[in-house]
């Protein structure tokens, strides 16, 4: 493999970027990216399996005859390349016919630099048999107790390295490094199957960091007692029905801000571009600076710069830099996740939120790190001011409409709390809404000693389908009069 | 390239091998969308790519290598990555590498018209769902998307297995002022894609659908069409087909009980033409046709070599990658038809639901496959017999089993839609008796 750097990736780009602009491009960009992914499985007290992989290639996009074209290959061959971006330029010459209306992009600065992900130790000089290590002293923790019948955990190791290039002279190279890990702890009984997992669900965390994360996570430490609550769940008493207050944990205020302010600031989806798959949103412009979407407590931002969020970045890719904006300021909505096409469509500025799952995949907006910013409260304060209420942690399931407003979320498990104190463990619990009740009913935010960065790594837009890393950061946060139920 | 050419790579590959045994499997995948917003095109891409995994076992100790890229270089690179991943495994017991079953690989889903399709004759095919939508004053959205897919799989056991598959899909989604409509086509051959007809209905259901209003949620009977039966299908694949979901203890299937109405009956079956045929499984493994559900009774779970081994029966050639931690998938569903076309079950309902497609369907509690999930682009209220007007979209919370239970009537008419899984499920349209909205 040519280093990202070399001169190969750049006279790659470089000739991808000729062979556009001699087709007929009136402008292009190029992006050589290399994926190294490690994924390590403990399942049951035998590594389950170890997959290495590597992951290669060029996509060139352009815009010829007033429309986009896009063309993915890959080989880091010259010739191959040419080949991809004259496609490129026929493919967008093909819908310009059905077109009425010239693509038009917001100005932004060509740039040129490096960005690297800092890490305190790369995961990848970590030796895999240290890492077998520390997921079979995790499983070992898990396996005290025969009623978890199926205990799993990973880590996965990504490390991307980015080179970007445009016609209008733009090139930036990045290296991008991710550490994950995670368990499941699955209890069975003859009519209940209960999992508990941690640090989140979904099989994992991640965030952009090395080795010192997994450190940090401590699974093997945490292991014991995950498992005993997923036992625990077995004979739980069910979450009780009603209205009431809920108590989110920092992992599912992040999947509630995920699904709920993210996917409806994304301005593609505002402007009808993904109306056929992913949905619009009810954030329409003119809503934007006077719309009432929290209470004042709920200040929700975009900010790729800010460590070790899986949104973050030094530009994003098409070369835009990094950079924090307002989402809803105090409760009120303040602005959308933009890309140099949309952001002209609202007379704007992109804010640097176009990404590309891998070098095959077209650049669409994508979250960075959207994060619900810290409060003032605490955990502990808001159990201790609830009269009656459930405090849930975990995200189990996860369901909102096409326009991001009618939403069902489903926790691991709840915590029923009376009179100030929490008192018993309930299962199946689910909570539903509508978005802007539910944040204006949000009366209290955790403050920084709470706030933390997460990280989801499922999350699925565009056709063909692309799969993003992203972060939010997040605190427990506590809501007024919400429908509760157990999961019957 | 074609099969026997990636077959010969992945003999090369073998040829290689020092010591031990190995499975290579080697994806050429050459994937073409057009994707249009407001009668425009907004994103057309191409891509091509190979896929290489080598799966290497030797000592009782398994490792797996993946390249995508590196051109000649990717088999060495991967060979290289499974020994490396190999030496860190555990001595365990190592799931074997299959013996060939002597299976052919014929029948398969391929049209030379999708291979060879340009960017071009997508655009023409768009701009009639455009041109459709424009000339009633409304906005086509979706995407069209042409898929070429060589599959190898050789293995230090004997096996060798080569297909070449196409699949054409056309999604569109219509917007008026105050409403949607849906609408899709599956095929192997882009021309059998009928997209005139696609275009008509998905304006239909969209001028049908303007102006909905709210009605309460609760229990309703409903006729689901098959975009929507797709949806319970594959997520019952995923929860409890498996024999892996029931050698865990996590799957709703009794053996031998009948948990669904007797009018309910669901297949796999990845040798019938209509749902994308493939011969064989990830591990190079003949598919064998499983009836899941017969009559409303349990009656299989679908296998591969791990899950095989365990309950001391064959591969039913329903193998993932392996190894694995998710077990074996039902990925070519199909549900058998009733006797009646499905307007006349719309005939019996005097007062429900029809429910065009469903969304974003999640498991709250996959034991008791209860799942939640939207309905979105054309749910109209049924009136004696008689669809009478849109109702907006609701949220359902509902048992998949239980809803089957209900089933008391199954369309004559079928069709092929894929599911959020991309899995292709032939579906019926649904008359269930009760289903239960929450919001």
Redesign the interface.
């Known amino acids: 493999m040519p280093g990202l750097y070399s001169a190969v990736v750049r006279e790659v780009s470089e000739r991808a970027l000729d062979a556009a602009s001699a087709a007929g491009a009136s402008y292009a960009d190029c992006r050589v990216v290399n994926r190294t992914v490690q994924k390590l499985t403990v399942k049951n007290g035998v590594v389950a399996s170890v997959e290495l992989l590597e992951d290669e290639g060029v996509g060139i996009r352009v815009i010829a005859d007033g429309a986009w074209g896009f063309a993915a290959v890959d080989v880091l061959d010259a010739a191959a390349v040419e080949d991809a971006a004259r496609h490129a330029v026929r493919i967008a010459r093909a819908s310009s016919r059905v077109n009425r209306v010239a693509v038009r992009l917001a100005p932004a600065p060509a740039l040129t630099g490096e960005y690297r992900t800092p890490v305190v130790r790369d995961p990848f000089t970590v030796s895999l048999d240290d890492k077998v290590d520390l997921l079979m002293r995790t499983d070992a923790a898990m396996a005290l107790l025969p009623q978890v019948r199926i205990r799993e955990c990973s880590l996965e190791f990504v490390r991307e390295q980015r080179h970007f290039a445009s016609s209008e002279g733009a090139v930036l190279d990045q290296t991008i490094v991710e550490s994950g890990g995670g368990l499941d702890a699955t209890a069975t009984s003859d009519d209940e199957v209960q999992t508990r997992s941690f640090p989140n669900s979904f099989g994992r965390h991640q965030i952009c960091a090395g080795w010192e994360a997994i450190e940090d996570f401590d699974l093997p430490g945490n292991a014991g007692r995950i498992a005993e609550e997923a036992v625990a769940l077995l004979t739980a008493d069910p979450c009780p029905a009603g209205t009431m207050t809920v108590i989110l944990d920092a992992t599912q205020a992040a999947m509630q801000v995920h699904e709920s302010c993210g996917h409806p600031t994304e301005l593609d989806r505002v402007l009808g571009h993904e109306a056929a798959y992913a949905g619009t949103s009810f954030l329409t412009p003119d809503l934007l600076g006077t719309f009432r979407y929290g209470s004042e407590q709920v200040t929700l931002t975009a900010d790729s710069t800010r460590a070790p969020g899986l949104g973050t970045f030094g530009w994003d890719d098409e070369g835009v830099a990094a950079q924090r904006s307002v989402l809803v300021d105090q409760g009120v909505f303040s602005g959308y996740l933009s890309s140099r096409e949309t952001a002209a469509a609202i007379g704007q500025l992109s804010n640097g939120t176009m990404r590309a799952d891998g070098w095959s995949r077209l650049p669409i907006i994508r979250m960075t790190n959207i994060n619900l910013e810290p409060g003032t409260s605490s955990l502990e304060e808001m159990i201790a001011t609830t009269e009656h209420g459930v405090f849930l942690e975990t995200n189990r399931s996860w369901s909102i409409d096409d326009r991001r407003l009618n939403f069902q979320f489903g926790t691991q498990n709840g915590w029923e709390i009376v009179d100030g104190k929490r008192t018993r463990l309930v299962r199946n619990p689910i909570y539903s809404g509508q978005t802007p009740e539910f944040w204006r009913s949000c009366d209290a935010v955790a403050g920084p000693a709470e706030w933390r960065m997460w990280g989801v790594v499922n999350c699925g837009k565009g056709q063909p389908s692309q799969l993003m890393h992203v972060g939010h950061g997040a605190a427990p946060c506590r809501f007024r009069n919400v429908r509760v139920e157990p999961a019957r | 390239m074609s099969g026997p050419e990636l077959l010969a790579i992945g003999d090369r590959a073998l040829s290689r091998l020092e010591r031990g045994e190995a499975e290579v499997m080697i994806i050429d995948d050459h994937?073409?969308?057009?994707?249009?917003?407001?009668?425009?095109?907004?994103?057309?891409?191409?891509?091509?790519?190979?896929f290489v995994r080598v799966r290497l076992v030797h000592d009782g100790r398994?490792?797996?290598?993946?390249?995508?890229?590196?051109?000649e270089h990717a088999v060495e690179?991967a060979l290289a990555?499974?020994e490396?991943?190999?030496?860190?495994?555990?001595v365990?017991?190592v799931s074997p590498l299959p013996q060939p079953d002597g299976g052919a690989d014929g029948t398969v889903a391929y049209a030379k018209a999708t291979a060879a399709a340009?960017?071009?004759e997508?655009?023409d095919r768009?701009?009639i769902v455009?041109s459709a939508a424009a000339r009633r004053n409304l906005?086509a959205?979706?995407?069209l998307?042409t898929t070429t897919t060589t599959t190898a799989i050789v293995s230090s056991a004997g096996v060798r297995r080569a297909a070449t598959t196409t699949q054409a899909s056309l999604?569109?989604?219509v917007?008026g002022s105050e409403g949607?409509g849906y609408a899709s086509r599956h095929s192997s051959d882009i021309n059998a894609l009928e997209v005139g007809d696609l275009a008509a209905e998905v304006v239909d259901t969209c001028e049908r659908n303007q102006h909905a209003t709210a009605i309460d949620p609760g229990d309703y009977e409903v006729v689901l069409s098959p975009y929507a039966v797709t949806d319970m299908l594959e997520h019952l694949a995923w929860v409890g087909f498996s024999a892996l979901a029931t050698q865990?203890?996590?799957s709703f299937m009794k053996m031998g009980e009948r948990l669904m109405n007797e009018r309910v009956t669901i297949r796999d079956d990845a040798t019938a033409r209509e749902v994308f045929p493939f011969p064989f499984d990830d591990e190079g493994v003949s598919a064998r046709p499983v009836t899941l559900i017969d009559h409303g009774v349990c009656a299989g779970v679908v296998y591969d070599t791990p899950t095989a081994l365990r309950d001391g029966v064959a591969s039913t050639g329903h193998s993932l990658p392996q190894?694995?931690?998710w077990g074996p998938l039902a990925r070519h569903m199909t549900m058998d038809g009733g006797d009646i076309p499905w307007r006349d079950l719309v005939a019996s309902v005097s007062r429900g639901l029809y429910v065009t497609r469903f969304?974003?369907?999640?498991?709250?509690?996959?034991?008791?496959t209860?799942i939640?999930?939207?309905t979105?682009e054309g749910t109209f209220m049924i009136e004696n017999g008689t669809i009478t007007r849109p109702v907006k979209?609701l949220?359902f919370?509902q048992s998949i089993v239980g809803a089957l239970d209900a089933v008391s009537g199954v369309s004559r008419e079928r069709r092929l839609e894929l599911g959020e899984g991309a899995s292709g499920v032939l579906s019926p349209w649904l008359q269930i008796g009760r289903f239960t909205f929450?919001?």
């Open positions: 994937s073409e969308l057009t994707r249009f917003a407001g009668n425009e095109i907004h994103q057309s891409v191409a891509e091509r790519s190979r398994c490792g797996v290598g993946e390249v995508r890229g590196h051109g690179q990555a499974a490396q991943s190999r030496r860190v495994t555990s365990a017991e340009t960017p071009q997508r655009a768009v701009s455009t906005d959205y979706g995407a998307s999604v569109t989604v917007r949607g865990e203890h996590r190894p694995n931690t969304w974003y369907v999640r498991d709250v509690h996959p034991l008791r209860v939640t999930g939207m979105r979209d949220r919370t929450t919001s």
